[in-house]
């Protein structure tokens, strides 16, 4: 079975820009969950949609959306970048059974100059 | 109080000898937990999960949940150079079973030396 997926695996990107990053779960998972990871906070919870839906929101400022499309590909947008949001930003796909396993795609680096 | 915590380390253990590292969690209400290892510049990698009190071996990991203390712990017996890692505790959000979010703690640096 194929892992997580996402892309693009590295960015460069510069103050006010926008962006737009994708996720791809393993085959039959329905939940995506979206999480943010710099050296100073560590993984922090951005996000999860479940069949289409935001059933779950982290604290961070609206300029970060997200959504999901019926084939359960996620996408995560950051508006107005600020220096602050360079990151590495990861998705993890659950099978959304009772229990809530979570596994992690490989990750995209965001670097904002 | 952070909701899950972690010794940063770096804890240092010799080849072959038992890693043990530790993690609390603040709300009782917590139902799974889930060890993570992650290496320098990778994504975090699912080892063990853990839902009823007691022990869970793996191989060389056993996972050890206390819920009455909120403790949760990673035992790495015979530790090897690979398993040089940061390991990521991390605990359901305490509003309900499967909502997508996972705390996670700091993280545990763990060297281990041939």
């Known amino acids: 079975k194929a892992g997580v997926t996402q892309t693009p695996r590295y960015l460069i990107k510069t103050r006010g820009q926008q962006v737009t990053l994708s996720c791809s779960p393993i085959?039959?998972?329905?939940?995506v969950s979206w999480y943010q990871q710099t050296p100073g906070q560590g993984l922090q919870f951005l996000f999860e949609?479940?069949?289409?839906?935001?059933?779950n929101k982290g604290n961070f400022p609206g300029r970060f959306s997200g959504r999901q499309f019926s084939n359960s590909r996620s996408e995560m947008n950051v508006s107005t970048l600020e220096l602050g949001d360079s990151a590495l930003y990861l998705c993890?796909?659950?099978?959304?059974?009772?229990?809530?396993?979570?596994?992690f795609g490989p990750g995209t680096r965001l670097t904002v100059l | 109080q952070k909701e899950v915590e972690q010794n940063s380390g770096p804890l240092s253990v010799p080849e072959g000898a038992i890693a043990s590292l530790n993690c609390t969690y603040s709300?009782?209400?917590?139902?799974?937990f889930f060890w993570y290892r992650q290496y320098s510049g990778k994504s975090p990698e699912l080892i063990m999960s853990?839902?009823?009190?007691g022990d869970k071996e793996d191989g060389r990991f056993t996972a050890q949940l206390n819920k009455a203390s909120q403790y949760v712990s990673l035992l790495i017996r015979d530790s090897q150079p690979s398993d040089s890692a940061t390991y990521l505790c991390?605990?359901?959000?305490?509003?309900?079973?499967?909502?997508?979010?996972?705390?996670f703690g700091q993280g545990t640096t763990l060297q281990v030396k041939p």
């Open positions: 085959s039959g998972h329905r939940s």
């Open positions: 993890a796909s659950n099978s959304a059974s009772s229990t809530d396993t979570q596994y």
């Open positions: 853990i839902y009823s009190n």
């Open positions: 709300d009782r209400v917590s139902q799974s």
């Open positions: 949609y479940f069949s289409e839906t935001q059933r």
């Open positions: 991390a605990v359901n959000s305490p509003l309900g079973s499967n909502t997508g979010k996972l705390i």
